[in-house]
């Protein structure tokens, strides 16, 4: 376990959410111990060359319902629903948003940079949830302290819960183990067959996405910090939803968005 110096840069949004500097860094990508599911395998050291902007939380159903106009998520009741993560949203749903948000946010400063909203990678996703560590959660490797970092079913009620409630991992991120799953922007692939880069993974004509983290519905074993899943693009879940990377950059974000659309059919 690597805990980030303090003073680690971060910055907030209009909705009092905070975004945490990831440095760039070299982690091994799935299960080197042989103990996971034969998806996690073989492991790759993949090196991260990029800084980018984590969420500290997942997006809730509040900003979303602020950007789209429209909440579908399951969980709606109570006073603190809209603290809870949006859920029931697929990986179009999520596009459309990302390009609302990059829309309203393309002449906006943070830190004093221009910068784009997106998915993370999954090399990205495990890096900052591992956050140094080697062993089956960032804490270690017995399921007996879960509780305290995550929602799983054995937990959880049968309902989300609001984002941050339980203790954050090294690095400062919250609910990277269980409450629900989160969409990452690589296309899925049984394996890491070819290693993996910090970009995402991309296939010809693949629908099928990776999702990352476990949810309030499934067992401890799935919120591992190597645990991988995958769905395809139009599936909606309540125990589906996401996270936004913040990414600076050195031009305008029409620019970059510009150049993005012309490599993205590349195969990482």
């Given at each position: 376990m690597v805990v980030q110096p303090p003073g680690t840069p971060t910055f907030g949004d209009v909705y009092g959410a905070t975004y945490r500097l990831v440095e760039p860094g070299e982690f091994v990508l799935g299960d080197s111990n042989t103990s996971g599911h034969p998806s996690e395998q073989p492991s790759c050291t993949v090196i991260i060359t990029e800084p980018f902007f984590l969420g500290e939380r997942h997006v809730t159903q509040?900003?979303?319902a602020?950007?789209?106009?429209?909440?579908?998520?399951?969980?709606?009741?109570?006073?603190?629903?809209?603290?809870?993560?949006?859920?029931?949203?697929?990986?179009?749903?999520?596009?459309?948003f990302l390009n609302r948000l990059n829309d309203r946010d393309k002449d906006a400063l943070y830190l004093g940079l221009y910068g784009v909203w997106r998915l993370p990678s999954e090399a990205e996703w495990e890096y900052a949830a591992k956050a140094g560590s080697n062993t089956r959660w960032w804490f270690g490797?017995?399921?007996?302290?879960?509780?305290?970092?995550?929602?799983?079913?054995?937990?959880?009620?049968?309902?989300?819960?609001?984002?941050?409630?339980?203790?954050?991992?090294s690095w400062g991120f919250f609910d990277m183990n269980g409450l629900v799953n989160e969409w990452c922007d690589d296309h899925w692939e049984r394996t890491y067959v070819g290693g993996r880069t910090q970009r995402p993974h991309r296939i010809d004509g693949c629908d099928s996405f990776v999702v990352r983290g476990g949810s309030w519905f499934t067992e401890s074993d799935s919120t591992r910090s190597g645990s991988r899943s995958h769905a395809y693009r139009d599936k909606r879940s309540d125990g589906l939803g996401f996270r936004l990377v913040w990414s600076p950059l050195d031009v305008q974000p029409d620019e970059a968005v510009q150049g993005a659309s012309s490599d993205s059919g590349a195969v990482s």
């Open positions: 509040a900003q979303w602020d950007v789209m106009g429209d909440n579908p998520s399951k969980f709606q009741e109570g006073w603190s629903a809209g603290l809870r993560p949006v859920e029931n949203v697929n990986y179009d749903d999520v596009q459309l490797n017995k399921d007996v302290e879960l509780d305290e970092y995550g929602w799983h079913a054995g937990n959880s009620g049968g309902t989300t819960r609001e984002v941050g409630l339980k203790k954050p991992n």
